[in-house]
């Protein structure tokens, strides 16, 4: 045992891990966050805590997974090397820790230039993989990344993302091995929509023994309007909707029920892969949504499961 | 003009070693002002290779050849010859060179012999000392036309910070403070007022910070 | 920003920067011998490439080795910091070494496909010259002498003590073994006619040289006991009495007077001297010449015109009138005497020796045009006489000269008569000398080193005999004295097509030959240039090279020398500063010269070790700051070998002893 605490012990126990995301606010009001919290709750095994997502300024997600943990809730404080160099890394890490974080996900981060900074300097002093391998340190070793001892090593159940739908293709599983590699405990995957990808993607993660030694959320995500899906799959950038999932959303009369239905089909059919511990639902300021997904879809969180059985 | 140095031989060899036929590139440009990947560089370092390749009993072939600009896809269309039947090729130039013989012979693996280092002056013969660092948006202007973003560690836009201390910076007394620097020159201008002006923040977004840089000259294309 | 002051130095762009100007010596020699190349020859202990270099132009490189007046030591530039180079005695050190190590120095066998035959007339230097190059362009010669041997006023003017028969006949011999035909003790005009010459060969050169002796129109010319010089140096040549007593009065202030003084000397045992019109100073004998002389104890006697000689039958003395001025406004010879300020010097004998002229008396009324004064009408670009195919060269047009002026003379009538024939030859292009040596470089930058002096027989002893006073200078001197010379010209060339404008070059000159301008422009002034090679080893583009020891010419003299593996050693120049004297060697004018590149290339060519000559920190040697470089090039190459995990050991530093004769620093 790492950390301790739901979401290893889930995943540690085989069951079905169930995640989802609660986004800071762009203000100072903790409210918003107890009353994301609140609709998560109970519906999830832990939820991402974002970290100036897209680039675009919000409360600090360490400040934000301390609120959520006194939801009860647990948090996946999201971390990227965007905005911070490794002596700030470290120091929020130990902060985070402190205040009793238990799940830190490693992302590079978006560019600033997709937010609302498009003049700040990025830092980028570490990307994904080195953090990660910098977070493991600290916890194992325990070591900072120069050497020197840590005193205290945080507690954490380290985490990555993974993205099927980038270029080059073959490259991907690899480099997600590059992260199993460097230290991760899980990964989320980017939002799925085109299942036969995401198949073969975690087919070349089997052969690589990916699947073996780290535990793999698929990720999925509501779409809310024919719109949103358009948008998606021409303009983001490692993003692959498919023409049926377009067509089906144009097609929709109730385009919100609609999407819902996609993604409880695509948790059913991603949750029959070899390899899947897990789903992690990405209803970005629609969380209420998250509920009503993991209803329709059958899906208990795993802690529930485990409670139960 | 950008300055690059050789990078540690023990670190060449690791990634020549094990080819046979080796083709050194040399760089007739900046890299053969700042003394270090010129004609001569290259030919010495090829040499170099040869007498190590034999010491170690490696055998295999070291040729060399320069170029007058690795950075011209005219000139390293040159080298097709050179670089016929090669394993390596292993440029002198500033590390605009190997990538751009990278692209150009796509069969070929090619190393950098060399680490870019900085756009530099030559403050005395074979001293180089930074002074740009191609931010894009440069504000010497303001600044009694001296870089504090190359030449300030903290790249301050305020300066200068706690750590001046007789003109020198706090990183090391060999380093320029430029703000003390830039201080003394608005002084002598009589426009130390000017430093009373709050400057920045800056827009990186010109810089790398806003990601990979290209240029195109507006007017005549052929 | 203070920082940024120290490094600019502003060069005055020089007015000219032409990498073809030759070194001033060259340039001087009425031949063109590539003195330069020779002398660096002669300082590496290479006789034989240095005999071969003369012999490139020079058909009598022994004879011009003793005699010449060479205005090449006139012009050389060593002479603005010290003295200058002895070029002419490393000439005969040259081909004395040949001898002494009994080189080859084998005759071409030319190839006369040409099948013309020229006739020259007259076996002087100038005739020599002509049939030697001729034969070199495939045309042979027969050369007719009115003396029973051939050397024209080489062997009939010029005396043993100076030119040793010997060493002529040797000269001779080898134009005879390229095929040359003599046909000595035939007189043209008398024993064969002009026209038949000129009907039986495809072109006649006339090389006659003045064979008489002007007179004096003054009382008691007449008298017994007056003589002339030619006739008194042909008897003396020839082993006969010339007929003179033991107090010996010789009129005239030439060369040709002091050899007759010089002669009359030995011949008569007695007391010699010289009256001449002109002051000290002014005296057209060579300064040497006259210190000869001196030296001999001959009494020289200035500024003092012959009146008239004294005598019953026989000669008693000779009356002198002071000469107020010898040329007139014009620089024309008009002397002017006082008449009444007479004076009268005692003696049995008198040699008139004031010039010669020709004898032009074979000359047929229907050959080639004689103006007023008996003298060829000349075309001098051509060395063309008035007739078709008939050629003049040497003394007989130019008046007297110098032996190597005649040989000139020679050399171009042959490339006038090929090109009569047909032949398809140019007249080689004039070349132009490099500027004068900088104030800042002769007086503070070049390294003083005192001329070998040429080991001389001592006066009152030479005076005994015929044999040669000058002894040759001994193969060490010579190679010292060789290794003075300041290359001029010879040093850093650059390419203005790879030059990067990095101005490495201008900032580690020690000379500041380099120049750049703002626009990038810029060059290696060759008169500044002292060849010392630093600005080659640290051109990073490798735009400069050096013309003499190029790299070019080390690499393969490095691979040549280690054609068998073993030791290099990278020595000096000067002699006797070798440190290692059993490996294979690369000399060269200064070690500075050596990159780490050269270094390691020896390496690569198989050196098992290599040695390196540097002179100590304290001494700048040869160049300014030069043995910085040496060191700073060695310690290069060691850092090289220790990457590479090879001993640095192999190569090796080694400090030269006391240099022989290399002088002082500079000053």
Same mark, same amino acid.
């Given at each position: 045992m790492k950390s301790g605490f739901t979401l290893e012990r889930v995943l540690g126990a085989g069951a079905f891990a169930v995640t989802a995301e609660l986004g800071p606010p762009k203000g100072a009001d903790p409210q918003v966050i107890i009353d994301k919290a609140a609709l998560l709750k109970g519906h999830a095994d832990a939820v991402n805590i974002t970290d100036n997502q897209t680039a675009i300024v919000r409360m600090s997600s360490m400040a934000a997974?301390?609120?959520? =943990?006194?939801?009860?809730?647990?948090p996946i404080m999201q971390m990227t090397c965007r905005d911070r160099n490794r002596l700030a890394?470290?120091?929020?890490?130990?902060?985070?820790?402190?205040?009793?974080?238990?799940?830190?996900?490693?992302?590079?981060?978006?560019?600033?230039?997709?937010?609302?900074?498009?003049?700040?300097?990025?830092?980028?002093?570490?990307?994904?993989? +080195?953090?990660?391998?910098?977070?493991?340190d600290m916890r194992d070793v325990p070591a900072f990344? %120069?050497?020197?001892?840590?005193?205290?090593?945080?507690?954490?159940? =380290?985490?990555?993302?993974?993205?099927?739908?980038?270029?080059?293709?073959?490259?991907?599983?690899?480099?997600?091995?590059?992260?199993?590699?460097?230290?991760?405990?899980?990964?989320? +995957?980017?939002?799925?929509?085109?299942?036969? @990808?995401?198949?073969?993607?975690?087919?070349? %993660?089997?052969?690589?023994?990916? +699947?073996?030694? %780290?535990?793999?959320?698929?990720?999925?995500?509501?779409? @809310?309007?024919?719109?949103?899906?358009?948008?998606?799959?021409?303009?983001?950038?490692?993003?692959?909707? +498919?023409d049926e999932v377009v067509e089906r959303m144009s097609a929709a009369d109730d385009a919100q029920d609609e999407g819902i239905d996609i993604c409880v089909e695509i948790i059913k059919r991603v949750r029959e892969v070899d390899g899947v511990a897990g789903v992690h639902i990405m209803a970005v300021e629609w969380e209420e949504a998250v509920a009503e997904i993991t209803s329709r879809a059958g899906l208990e969180p795993g802690h529930k499961v485990l409670q139960d059985g | 003009m950008i300055v690059a140095k050789p990078k540690p031989f023990r670190k060449i060899k690791q990634f020549t070693d094990p080819y046979e036929n080796i083709l050194v590139v040399g760089c007739n440009t900046c890299v053969a002002v700042c003394l270090t990947g010129g004609e001569k560089e290259a030919e010495q370092l090829a040499s170099k290779l040869r007498l190590h390749r034999r010491h170690q009993g490696l055998g295999g072939t070291v040729d060399t050849i320069t170029v007058l600009r690795q950075c011209e896809h005219e000139y390293?269309?040159?080298? #097709?010859?050179?670089?016929?039947?090669?394993?390596?090729?292993?440029?002198?130039?500033?590390?605009?060179?190997?990538?751009?013989?990278?692209?150009?012979?796509?069969?070929?693996?090619?190393?950098p012999a060399m680490n870019t280092?900085?756009?530099?002056?030559?403050?005395?013969?074979?001293?180089?000392?930074?002074?740009?660092? !191609?931010?894009?948006?440069?504000?010497?202007?303001?600044?009694?036309?001296?870089?504090?973003? !190359?030449?300030?560690? #903290?790249?301050?836009?305020?300066?200068?910070?706690?750590? /001046?201390?007789?003109?020198?910076?706090?990183? /090391?007394?060999?380093?320029?403070?430029? $703000?003390?620097?830039?201080?003394?020159?608005?002084?002598?201008?009589?426009? !130390?007022?000017?430093?009373? #002006?709050?400057?920045?923040?800056?827009? $990186? /977004?010109? /810089? *790398?910070?806003?990601?990979?840089?290209?240029?195109?000259?507006?007017?005549? *294309?052929? | 920003m203070s920082e940024n002051q120290s490094i600019t130095r502003s060069f005055a762009r020089p007015v000219s920067g032409d990498d073809n100007l030759r070194p001033p010596c060259e340039v001087a020699c009425p031949i063109h011998t590539d003195a330069q190349r020779y002398v660096q020859l002669v300082a590496e202990g290479r006789p034989a490439e240095a005999l071969v270099v003369i012999r490139e132009t020079n058909p009598l490189p022994q004879v011009i080795g003793r005699i010449c007046a060479h205005p090449c030591e006139e012009q050389c530039r060593r002479g603005q910091v010290d003295e200058a180079i002895a070029i002419c005695n490393l000439k005969r050190v040259a081909a004395d070494g040949v001898k002494a190590a009994g080189l080859a120095d084998t005759p071409p066998q030319p190839d006369y496909a040409t099948g013309k035959r020229v006739a020259i007339i007259g076996s002087g230097p100038s005739g020599l010259a002509a049939a030697h190059?001729?034969?070199?362009?495939?045309?042979?010669?027969?050369?007719?002498?009115?003396?029973?041997?051939?050397?024209?006023?080489?062997?009939?003017?010029?005396?043993?003590?100076?030119?040793?028969?010997?060493?002529?006949?040797?000269d001779i011999d080898y134009i005879t073994a390229m095929g040359v035909e003599f046909r000595t003790g035939v007189a043209v005009g008398s024993d064969i006619g002009f026209d038949e010459l000129a009907e039986e060969y495809d072109a006649v050169l006339i090389a006659v040289g003045l064979s008489l002796s002007r007179s004096l129109p003054i009382e008691g010319v007449d008298l017994e006991g007056v003589l002339l010089a030619v006739p008194f140096l042909e008897d003396v040549n020839a082993g006969r009495d010339p007929g003179i007593g033991r107090e010996i009065i010789v009129i005239g202030g030439g060369n040709v007077a002091i050899d007759v003084a010089r002669s009359a000397r030995r011949v008569s045992g007695g007391k010699v001297t010289m009256v001449c019109l002109e002051a000290d100073y002014e005296m057209p004998a060579h300064d040497w010449e006259i210190r000869d002389a001196r030296e001999e104890g001959i009494e020289i006697i200035c500024s003092q015109g012959p009146n008239r000689i004294i005598g019953g039958e026989r000669?008693?003395?000779?009356e002198l009138k002071k000469c107020e001025s010898v040329f007139d406004e014009q620089g024309r010879f008009a002397p002017s005497f006082c008449e009444t300020e007479l004076q009268t010097v005692t003696g049995d004998t008198v040699i008139i020796a004031i010039g010669q002229m020709s004898d032009m008396s074979f000359i047929p009324e229907a050959g080639p045009r004689l103006d007023e004064r008996g003298l060829l009408v000349f075309d001098w670009h051509r060395r063309a006489t008035t007739m078709?195919?008939?050629?003049?060269?040497?003394?007989?047009?130019?008046?007297?000269?110098?032996?190597?002026?005649?040989l000139a003379g020679g050399k171009r009538a042959a490339i006038s008569i090929a090109r009569y024939l047909g032949l398809d030859v140019d007249y080689p292009a004039e070349p132009e000398a490099i500027g004068e040596l900088p104030q800042h470089v002769r007086d503070y930058q070049v390294s003083q080193a005192p001329r070998r002096r040429m080991p001389a027989r001592d006066g009152a002893e030479r005076i005994k005999d015929f044999e040669e006073v000058e002894l040759g200078l001994a193969e060490v001197d010579g190679r010292c004295e060789a290794a003075r010379c300041l290359l001029c010209g010879s040093g850093a060339r650059y390419s203005q097509l790879k030059c990067v404008s990095c101005l490495t070059c201008v900032r580690v000159c020690p000379y500041g030959a380099p120049w750049a301008d703002k626009d990038g422009l810029g060059g290696i002034d060759p008169a500044v240039c002292q060849a010392c090679g630093i600005c080659y080893t640290q051109c990073p583009a490798r735009a400069i090279d050096l013309v003499v020891r190029s790299e070019a010419d080390i690499t393969s003299e490095i691979e040549a020398a280690l054609a068998d593996g073993g030791a290099l050693e990278f020595g000096c120049w000067f002699p006797q500063t070798r440190v290692a004297p059993d490996a294979a060697a690369v000399m060269l004018p200064c070690t500075a010269r050596l990159s780490p590149g050269l270094l390691l290339k020896a390496l690569e060519a198989g050196a098992d070790k290599v040695y390196v000559a540097v002179c100590s920190e304290d001494d700048d040697g040869r160049f300014i700051t030069g043995h910085r470089q040496t060191r700073a090039a060695v310690d290069e190459a060691r850092a090289v070998l220790e990457e590479i995990e090879m001993d640095p050991e192999l190569i090796q530093l080694s400090v030269v002893g006391e240099k022989k004769c290399a002088g002082g620093a500079a000053r």
């Open positions: 997974a301390r609120l959520v =943990i006194e939801q009860g809730l647990e890394m470290q120091a929020d890490i130990l902060g985070a820790a402190a205040l009793g974080v238990r799940n830190l996900l490693c992302l590079t981060g978006d560019h600033q230039s997709f937010g609302n900074h498009p003049k700040s300097k990025g830092v980028y002093d570490l990307d994904s993989v +080195t953090l990660i391998k910098m977070v493991k990344e %120069c050497g020197d001892e840590v005193e205290t090593p945080p507690e954490l159940f =380290i985490g990555a993302a993974a993205n099927p739908y980038a270029d080059p293709f073959p490259f991907r599983a690899v480099r997600l091995a590059k992260k199993v590699e460097a230290g991760i405990d899980f990964v989320q +995957t980017q939002i799925i929509y085109n299942v036969e @990808k995401f198949e073969q993607f975690m087919e070349q %993660c089997r052969e690589l023994g990916v +699947t073996e030694r %780290c535990r793999i959320l698929a990720g999925v995500a509501p779409l @809310k309007s024919a719109g949103m899906a358009k948008y998606m799959k021409n303009r983001v950038a490692g993003m692959d909707v +498919t | 390293i269309d040159e080298l #097709k010859e050179a670089v016929e039947g090669r394993d390596l090729i292993l440029s002198t130039a500033c590390n605009i060179g190997p990538q751009a013989l990278a692209e150009r012979y796509e069969d070929v693996r090619v190393v280092n900085m756009l530099g002056m030559v403050k005395e013969h074979q001293t180089w000392t930074e002074y740009c660092v !191609a931010c894009g948006d440069c504000v010497i202007q303001y600044t009694g036309g001296l870089c504090p973003i !190359a030449r300030c560690a #903290k790249e301050l836009l305020n300066g200068p910070c706690g750590g /001046s201390q007789d003109g020198r910076c706090e990183i /090391s007394p060999d380093v320029e403070c430029v $703000w003390q620097s830039i201080h003394d020159k608005m002084v002598r201008l009589g426009m !130390a007022d000017d430093l009373k #002006k709050i400057l920045g923040p800056r827009n $990186w /977004s010109w /810089s *790398k910070h806003g990601g990979p840089r290209t240029f195109s000259k507006e007017g005549f *294309k052929p | 190059d001729l034969a070199l362009l495939g045309i042979r010669s027969v050369i007719f002498e009115k003396q029973p041997q051939a050397g024209g006023f080489l062997r009939t003017g010029i005396l043993e003590y100076r030119l040793p028969k010997a060493i002529l006949d040797e000669v008693e003395g000779l078709d195919g008939v050629f003049a060269s040497g003394e007989v047009v130019t008046g007297p000269g110098a032996a190597v002026n005649a």
